[in-house]
Structures are given as structure tokens and as C-alpha cells.
């Protein structure tokens, strides 16, 4: 992946930044300026706040809430001069991307400006997602509401991620964290043959804590409409069926 671009995205709480961390210390520039370590994110999110800013004030000048998106959102002339702006800081760099649940809600405008880049999109179980997002929030089990905006949002990050990683195999992979995290070799294997760069199983063994994955214990029971899970376990088995691992 010689001068390549590597974007990691998901849906929040779906290992992320466990993976962005690995790629960062693999040699492939995250960003200078990463934002900082969470309660929630002990290790660093390792997101450019960059992308991060430039992502979540288009999202919340269109939605008024970061965390209710329909769908991506319109972009305008300036915002697409300030994304040519964004990568052209970044272009003295060989190896270099950037980790933002966000981009999912902008897929075709970084495949617009950025051509050749790859992509590597992290998918995890529903209940596990909502369940670590209702924690980090300190949100009680019925919270009805908010936990239906979570997977509602986990139905629109992940439809995007797979429709453009059916339309782009050639420069994306996608992977099942909890195949990530049981078969390490594998990931390591696949990631570095489809990017073309050398990846270590070693560094990632390091690297990787278990208890950093908020959730990774018992699922709480959630209030929340069975209609609603149905669609997203019918979503998240699509999305298994289409992993590369």
C-alpha cells in the first residue's frame, strides 16, 4: 500500500479504535492531532480531530443532533474545498488515514476526492453495540428513546458500510470484531495482503486488551421495540454473510 490511504470506520462502540490504534502503530499515520484518552476510551480513540470536527459540524448544522443522521448528509461547496483542504495537509505523507465512525455518513464524498483509498470497516453485534453506548452514557436499562436513536443509527452506519463495500471489494474489507478478536492471525493475514502492507500479529497481540471493549461482559437486558432488533440482527447477519472475515 505504497502512498495509499487507509480510512477505518464503523458504527461507535464497534472496536474502532482498537483497530485504528494497531493501524497507527503499524506505521500508517492516524493524524498528529489525535483526540485524547475517554473513560470510555482509555487507549485514545485515535480519531484526527480534523475529520472529526470537519464530519460532526456537518452533521449537526444539517440534524441538529450528531446522533440522529438519516442518512449522509448534503454537502455544500465549502464543505467539499475544506475536505480538499484536509487531504492536502496530509499529502506529504506515504502512509496515512484516519479513524471517525462518521465517515460512514460521508463515503461517497471521500471516495469522490480520495479515489484510491482503502477502507477497512468494523461490524459488531447489535445488543453489543447499543449495550457499550447506553454504558459509556450511564443511561438506565429503560431509556426506551435513546437506546432506539442508538439502533436506529447502528441500521444507518451499517447499511452504508456494506453498500459500498459491495460496490468497492477491490479497496475494502470487512470484518466481524468478534472474528477479529478470536482469530487475530487471520486479520492480520487478510488486512495485510488486501492493503499490500506488512502488518504485524505480534504488534497487534500487544496492542490488544480485552477489557478496554466496554460491553465485552453480560449484555444488560434493554427496553426496546422487538421489531426494531429484529431489523438490525437481520442486518447484522447480512453483513456477517459479506465479511471478509
Same mark, same amino acid.
Given at each position: 500500500?505504497?502512498?495509499?490511504?487507509?480510512?477505518?470506520?464503523? *458504527? !461507535?462502540?464497534?472496536?474502532?479504535?482498537?483497530?485504528?490504534?494497531?493501524?497507527? !502503530?503499524?506505521?500508517?499515520? *492516524?493524524?498528529?492531532?489525535?483526540?485524547?484518552?475517554?473513560?470510555?476510551?482509555? #487507549?485514545?480513540?485515535?480519531?484526527?480531530?480534523?475529520?472529526?470536527?470537519?464530519?460532526?459540524?456537518?452533521?449537526?448544522?444539517?440534524?441538529?443532533?450528531?446522533?440522529?443522521?438519516?442518512?449522509?448528509?448534503?454537502?455544500?461547496?465549502?464543505?467539499?474545498? *475544506?475536505? +480538499?483542504?484536509?487531504?492536502?495537509?496530509?499529502?506529504?505523507?506515504?502512509? @496515512?488515514?484516519?479513524?471517525?465512525?462518521?465517515?460512514?455518513?460521508?463515503?461517497?464524498? @471521500?471516495?469522490?476526492?480520495?479515489?484510491?483509498? !482503502?477502507?477497512?470497516?468494523?461490524?459488531?453485534?447489535?445488543?453489543?453495540?447499543?449495550?457499550?453506548?447506553?454504558?459509556?452514557? +450511564?443511561?438506565?436499562?429503560?431509556? #426506551?428513546?435513546?437506546?432506539?436513536?442508538?439502533?436506529?443509527? #447502528?441500521?444507518?452506519?451499517?447499511?452504508?458500510?456494506?453498500?459500498? !463495500?459491495?460496490?468497492?471489494?477491490?479497496?475494502?474489507?470487512?470484518?466481524?470484531?468478534?472474528?477479529?478478536?478470536?482469530?487475530?492471525?487471520?486479520?492480520?493475514?487478510?488486512?495485510?495482503?488486501?492493503?499490500?502492507?506488512?502488518?504485524?500479529?505480534?504488534?497487534?497481540?500487544?496492542?490488544?486488551?480485552?477489557?478496554?471493549?466496554?460491553?465485552?461482559?453480560?449484555?444488560?437486558?434493554? @427496553?426496546?421495540?422487538?421489531?426494531?432488533?429484529?431489523?438490525?440482527?437481520?442486518?447484522?447477519?447480512?453483513?456477517?454473510?459479506?465479511?471478509?472475515?
Amino acid at each position: 500500500m505504497s502512498n495509499q490511504v487507509l480510512i477505518v470506520t464503523g *458504527m !461507535h462502540r464497534s472496536g474502532t479504535s482498537m483497530i485504528a490504534r494497531f493501524v497507527h !502503530h503499524s506505521g500508517i499515520s *492516524m493524524g498528529d492531532n489525535l483526540m485524547g484518552k475517554h473513560e470510555s476510551n482509555p #487507549y485514545g480513540h485515535y480519531e484526527d480531530m480534523d475529520f472529526y470536527d470537519f464530519q460532526r459540524a456537518i452533521i449537526r448544522r444539517q440534524f441538529g443532533d450528531e446522533w440522529i443522521a438519516p442518512g449522509p448528509p448534503m454537502l455544500s461547496a465549502g464543505d467539499e474545498e *475544506m475536505a +480538499r483542504e484536509i487531504i492536502a495537509a496530509r499529502g506529504h505523507k506515504a502512509h @496515512w488515514g484516519w479513524k471517525d465512525p462518521r465517515t460512514c455518513l460521508f463515503l461517497d464524498l @471521500w471516495d469522490r476526492l480520495l479515489p484510491s483509498a !482503502h477502507y477497512l470497516f468494523i461490524v459488531r453485534e447489535p445488543a453489543a453495540v447499543v449495550d457499550s453506548l447506553s454504558r459509556r452514557g +450511564r443511561l438506565k436499562f429503560h431509556q #426506551y428513546r435513546t437506546h432506539k436513536a442508538f439502533f436506529e443509527q #447502528y441500521l444507518v452506519y451499517n447499511r452504508s458500510c456494506l453498500d459500498f !463495500h459491495l460496490q468497492h471489494r477491490g479497496r475494502s474489507v470487512l470484518v466481524v470484531l468478534e472474528n477479529v478478536i478470536t482469530r487475530p492471525e487471520e486479520f492480520v493475514r487478510l488486512i495485510s495482503s488486501r492493503f499490500e502492507y506488512e502488518f504485524s500479529l505480534e504488534r497487534f497481540l500487544e496492542l490488544y486488551d480485552a477489557a478496554a471493549l466496554k460491553g465485552g461482559g453480560q449484555i444488560r437486558h434493554l @427496553w426496546l421495540s422487538p421489531l426494531l432488533l429484529a431489523r438490525c440482527l437481520r442486518l447484522y447477519a447480512r453483513l456477517q454473510r459479506s465479511a471478509d472475515l
